[in-house]
């Protein structure tokens, strides 16, 4: 390989794939003392973590095909998540209208009692029925939908929780490395060599104990270590999402049942949209990963059914997709193809590769506990848990304390207003003071580039979280993308550019 230098990075733990659960393998990793480094082919998150449905929930509909583990273990880490990440993380409540020509009440109030009981104690509010034609909810929709149930789950920024678990495992003494590549894999004296390939520079590492978190990817592994040919049963199955502008002027999301036997969410999204998802395709690797015209029509024709207004493809300002690689046979639909996450352990000559398959954003924190303390003692050491106590940068706060802090910004940062005050708080959290410094008004921010975007801000992020393009930027650590124009996009990556 061409300027491959040996510049002798030896770690104990090394991750391939910076998605959310790699991301927060690291992080775990880090925490307990490991020398620990991590390569991700593009931005942290930019696959299947930054295309998710960005709930934190025990899945209602997994109760169907009686996962009750994954359910269970869901809604509790959905509790736990809520208190160690308030500031990207919040409770959202789903109204579930009853469709006469579906599933009958009565199994949609059992299987709300079956959620109730399987989350425990929590701060969350129990589900409960609602009557639509006297609730706010129900002036969206269709006259036919008289009655609903409400229950309460919670909304994640998927992208910037991969972010948050990468800025952390730094903070803890971890590599971790964007937009580089790992291109090949050997085994020898029971340690691995790893190379990675960036756009600067190429190199290897060497480590004893490898994990694979390649997400969709993850049996493209083999083709990087030519000694692996055991590859498991993955399936591929992608889900598209489409974003239009605002359906509805309340703070509930809804969850839509379909004469197909799916359900589809319709979100309240970045105070002016709606987020409607998602779909489940089949999905073979190697195929562009995009929503289809089909995938487009079914979500404006699915949510239609419901809203009084029609939804048109015309509508759809935005849309996104991401793949599920779900360990499971073929013989299951889709839909009912398990979320539940396992990992493949093999060790060899001393050295040790644990494999990730499947998972959720919801259970990512409990994936990297179980990984990295399995990892613990194979290697016979004494490293305890520690993830379900820390905080995540910026979250250092009591979700009810919320509103109160957002006051104080506003007080102490008299030129913000209450909108950029909220974004940028809900971006950063309780680091939001770091960002803006003593800024006494708004040219000390510097340049501007479009809505509320400043220098500042945009520094922040080339410089604190590793932003190395535009679309880095406008998709992943904020959704600017939304609002910005395609001309203020062209100067912000022209500025990036200049900066990188
Ligand atoms: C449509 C959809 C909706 C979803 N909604 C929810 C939800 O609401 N709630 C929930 O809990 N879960 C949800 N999920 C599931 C959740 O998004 C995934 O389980 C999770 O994001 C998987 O994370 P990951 O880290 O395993 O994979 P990924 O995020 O895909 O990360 C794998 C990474 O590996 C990198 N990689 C691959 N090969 C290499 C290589 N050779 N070198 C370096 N890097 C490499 C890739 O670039 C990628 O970033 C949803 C999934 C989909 C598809």
């Not at 694979?212 to 993955?234: H, I, Y």
């Not at 239609?304 to 499971?328: C, H, M, P």
């Not at 409990?366 to 940068?393: D, F, M």
């Not at 979250?395 to 304390?401: M, P, R, T």
Request: aromatic content about 10%.
């Amino acid at each position: 390989m061409k300027n491959k230098k040996k510049d002798g990075k030896n770690f104990d733990i090394f991750v391939i794939g910076g998605g959310v659960n790699g991301a927060a393998i690291l992080r775990d990793a880090a925490g307990r003392g490991y020398k620990c480094g991590l390569a991700e082919m593009g931005d942290f998150g930019s696959a299947t973590s930054s295309s998710s449905t960005k709930l934190l929930h025990g899945g209602l509909r997994y109760l169907e095909s009686y996962q009750f583990r994954l359910v269970k273990e869901s809604l509790r880490e959905r509790d736990l998540l809520l208190n160690l990440m308030p500031h990207i993380s919040w409770p959202l409540q789903f109204i579930l209208p009853h469709n006469k020509n579906l599933r009958p009440y009565w199994i949609l109030r059992l299987g709300l009692y079956i959620y109730d009981f399987l989350a425990g104690s929590t701060k969350l509010p129990k589900s409960k029925s609602i009557d639509l034609r006297n609730h706010p909810a129900g002036k969206f929709l269709q006259q036919s939908y008289k009655r609903a149930l409400a229950y309460t789950d919670c909304w994640v920024e998927d992208s910037r929780l991969a972010l948050l678990n990468i800025l952390d495992a730094e903070k803890r003494g971890a590599k971790a490395f964007s937009y580089s590549k790992v291109t090949n894999i050997q085994q020898k004296n029971g340690q691995w060599i790893v190379s990675v390939k960036s756009k600067e520079r190429s190199f290897e590492i060497k480590t004893k104990v490898l994990i694979n978190t390649m997400g969709p990817w993850v049996n493209s592994f083999d083709q990087l270590d030519n000694n692996k040919k055991n590859q498991s049963m993955v399936r591929l199955v992608k889900g598209s999402h489409i974003v239009v502008k605002k359906l509805f002027n309340h703070d509930s999301a809804y969850i839509f049942q379909g004469k197909d036997g799916r359900i589809i969410f319709s979100i309240p999204y970045e105070k002016d949209f709606t987020l409607i998802g998602t779909t489940e395709v089949e999905h073979n690797e190697g195929i562009e990963v995009k929503c289809s015209d089909e995938e487009k029509k079914y979500l404006c024709d699915f949510a239609s059914n419901y809203f009084q207004k029609k939804i048109t493809v015309e509508d759809i300002i935005w849309d996104f997709s991401g793949v599920r690689a779900l360990y499971e046979n073929k013989t299951v639909e889709a839909r009912n193809a398990s979320r539940d996450y396992t990992f493949e352990v093999e060790e060899k000559e001393g050295s040790i590769l644990l494999t990730v398959y499947g998972g959720k954003i919801t259970t990512h924190r409990k994936l990297a506990e179980k990984a990295v303390s399995k990892i613990t003692s194979i290697l016979k050491l004494n490293r305890k848990e520690w993830t379900s106590r820390q905080h995540l940068p910026g979250g250092d706060f009591k979700l009810e304390d919320k509103e109160k802090i957002i006051e104080g910004l506003l007080e102490k940062y008299k030129f913000l207003n209450t909108n950029w005050a909220e974004r940028l708080f809900k971006t950063f959290g309780s680091e939001v003071e770091n960002v803006l410094g003593r800024a006494k008004a708004k040219p000390d921010l510097g340049r501007k580039f479009g809505y509320d975007l400043t220098e500042r801000e945009v520094l922040w992020y080339i410089n604190q979280e590793h932003v190395r393009c535009v679309e880095d930027l406008i998709w992943r650590r904020s959704k600017l993308g939304l609002r910005l124009t395609s001309k203020q996009i062209r100067e912000l990556n022209a500025y990036i550019k200049k900066l990188n």
